[in-house]
């Protein structure tokens, strides 16, 4: 079946400092999503990409979404305390309904 | 605001008891999912619902069951209960009016002693 793989596991970072995790999966997508999770929290939903090659920023956040549809990549500029959390990039599986997700990055921030 | 919310927040029970948590959702979704979360495997699919009457198993639904009665409501059923199945249980929902995306519950914490 299908494979949604993430790296790192674990990203330390001193705060003001670059952070960028990336997700690759087995096959070919028709969008990926990106969750975040705080500590203690559920995952919320950030961003979903669609086209190939496709570049979404949200603040200091940049998505981007490989030209193969087959990776994609989330990274941070000068990170805060408040960017502490894991973040799954998620693609669809089964029927499209489902979301097979990654093993998730867990970032922590350091002051 | 629409919301989804499962209860128990926290639950301790013994090992082969049956527990039901549930989930609730106000969105009107047709797509309702069950996951656990564990160190180091992330979010695995337990069972998953596309419609009333509709219940589908995940890639790890052996000891769980469900049942969809009604659009709102996704019950999430362990026959009996194992220290294996300790974990932190997710409810989640969607629809492709909506792209697909997922809102998730806060989750229920299960301690199997």
């Known amino acids: 079946g299908q494979q949604v793989m993430q790296i790192p596991q674990y990203q330390h970072v001193q705060e003001g400092e670059d952070f960028t995790t990336y997700c690759n999966s087995s096959?070919?997508?028709?969008?990926i999503q990106w969750y975040k999770q705080r500590p203690g929290g559920h995952p919320v939903f950030l961003i979903q990409?669609?086209?190939?090659?496709e570049v979404k920023k949200q603040k200091r956040l940049t998505f981007q979404f490989g030209e193969a549809k087959k990776n994609s990549s989330l990274h941070i500029t000068a990170t805060q305390t408040t960017d502490v959390g894991t973040y799954f990039c998620?693609?669809?599986?089964?029927?499209?309904?489902?979301?097979?997700f990654g093993s998730g990055t867990q970032l922590t921030v350091l002051p | 605001d629409a919301e989804i919310t499962q209860s128990p927040r926290h639950k301790i029970t013994e090992t082969g008891r049956q527990v039901t948590l549930a989930c609730h959702q106000t969105?009107?979704?047709?797509?309702m999912f069950w996951y656990r979360q564990d160190l180091g495997h992330g979010l695995r699919l337990i069972h998953y619902?596309?419609?009333?009457?509709?219940?589908n198993k995940g890639e790890v639904s052996d000891g769980y069951s469900v049942s969809r009665s009604n659009t709102e409501d996704l019950p999430l059923t362990l026959e009996s209960a194992a220290s294996s199945q300790t974990s932190v249980y997710f409810c989640?929902?969607?629809?492709?009016?909506?792209?697909?995306?997922?809102?998730f519950g806060a989750g229920t914490r299960l301690s199997v002693l």
């Open positions: 989640a929902s969607s629809d492709p009016r909506e792209k697909n995306i997922q809102y």
């Open positions: 096959t070919t997508l028709s969008n």
């Open positions: 990409l669609v086209k190939s090659g």
């Open positions: 998620a693609g669809p599986s089964g029927s499209a309904r489902q979301l097979t």
């Open positions: 969105w009107n979704h047709n797509n």
């Open positions: 619902s596309y419609g009333v009457q509709d219940t």
